[in-house]
């Protein structure tokens, strides 16, 4: 059922119940290419990696992927309810109206000053990329149940750890700006250039990625050309061969 009622401007407008059923169950804008916000630490990482993954759909496995699933897993089974006196929900579904984003939190911490989100990472602290992805998840967080969200954290498995996050004015900044540019490249559909750098010996797609041919051009147009040069039978076997192999002498 829809219930009309009215906006602060006086104009009609949806309940809050029916953008949340909207939200569930219905695209997010007219136009818009959705986000999934665990995109935006691969863009974050590598938007060739990105781009492999939520473009051309590739995805391979390997000890740190299969790592993470585990980890996840673990959390998503975990016990919900009230942990030294602070509400936990595991596995929350995300999105936002406005940013145009869609996902999940590992876990959320309902505290006294805010809700506070927690994502779970396999191995140590690699940069800020999942800093990225954790702002969002705060975003999607403050459009939703209309409060502030200031901080939330990153637990590290390898270290067991928790690294604070304080989603600041440029953190914030930096997660507009990475969701725009994913949403860019998925619009065009185009794989960006490899950086054949130090991200790539980890990565598990570097056997679909050739970040090392790739990265070269000369060597790229050369093997492009062997790979799509027009096959030619005469020259390869002889006109014996080409007529359906005749009978050949002795
Ligand atoms: S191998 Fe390197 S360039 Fe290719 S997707 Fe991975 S990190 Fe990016």
Redesign the pocket.
Known sequence: MTVECEGEDGSEGKSGLDEVAEALGAPIGEEQIEVLISAIEHFS??P??CA?IHVEQVFEDNVFTVRGQLAHERVDEGDEGVAQGVRVARGIALWSRRLGLFGKADLVEFRPEGPYPVEYKVGRRHGPHADLQLCAQALCLEEMLGVIVPRGAIFYRGVRRRHEVAFDDELRRQTREAIEGLRAMLEMERLPA????A??PN????DV???AVVAERARLRGLQGALFHPYDAQTAFGPDEEDGGGERDA
């Open positions: 990482y590598c060739r990696q492999l490899a950086p054949n750098d991200r790539c990565c598990s797609l570097g990625c050739l970040p």
